[in-house]
């Protein structure tokens, strides 16, 4: 079966530190992975999606990029973190009929 | 993009059914209907989706109207597990952009 993982669960950060978090999927080939923020009592805001490696497609203009280096591998990057960065971050994969999309716990970012 | 419109909260006694509303008036062709749901502290979690005909599974069943304006999600029997943000969206197939909006509340009480 397949599984997602995100890491760390909770991160708090001060601001202008940069940041690095990870996604992974176990149990499917090539999927469709997708990066998520939920801003507080908010709805997902989309951010970025990845049909293959090294394909990224962004969503929102920001301070944050995405890189996927392996099939199953997607990784939410910043240089340099604003107080507006902080979120409850989520990664998602779907597989390639684009039914449904399996999300992970997520992580929670504070940025101070 | 064509959005929809969901009331911000909704109330329902535990073992009783729920019928939670989503309007979509501008929907295409070519939209199909997704309804996740969130729990407190999770990612979302797929419920049912649909396109044209009504949609049955072991979570819930999906009502569509005729012209496709609106839909229903029904819960046949709430339980306290059911508490959650549920969200309509609409997403076109093959399509990898699916926008969230800010769903549906949804309170059971015992």
């Known amino acids: 079966s397949q599984t997602i993982h995100q890491w760390p669960a909770t991160l708090v950060q001060p601001v202008g530190s940069p940041l690095s978090l990870e996604c992974t999927v176990e149990g499917t080939s090539n999927p469709n992975l997708y990066w998520y923020r939920q801003a507080a009592g908010r709805g997902l805001q989309l951010l970025f999606y990845?049909?293959?490696?090294?394909?990224i497609s962004s969503e929102v203009p920001q301070n944050l990029s995405a890189s996927r280096p392996q099939d199953r591998q997607f990784i939410l990057s910043s240089k340099k973190l604003l107080l507006s960065d902080s979120g409850f971050y989520l990664c998602?994969?779907?597989?390639?009929?684009?039914?449904?999309?399996?999300f992970g716990p997520g992580t929670r970012l504070l940025v101070l | 993009d064509a959005k929809t419109t969901q009331p911000n909260s909704m109330e329902s006694n535990e073992e009783e059914p729920v019928h939670l509303p989503c309007n979509h008036s501008?929907?295409?062709?070519?939209?199909?209907i997704h309804w996740y749901r969130q729990l407190p502290s999770q990612g979302p979690e797929y419920v049912i989706h649909?396109?044209?005909s009504n949609v049955n599974n072991r979570m819930a069943s999906l009502a569509i109207a005729e012209d496709r304006k609106s839909s229903t999600l029904i819960l046949h029997r709430a339980t306290l597990r059911d508490a959650a943000v549920y969200y309509c969206i609409l997403r076109v197939y093959n399509n990898n952009d699916m926008r969230f909006g800010a769903g549906t509340r949804l309170t059971v009480k015992p």
């Open positions: 998602a994969w779907e597989g390639s009929f684009q039914e449904t999309q399996y």
């Open positions: 990845s049909v293959g490696i090294g394909q």
């Open positions: 501008t929907i295409s062709g070519t939209d199909y």
């Open positions: 649909g396109l044209t």
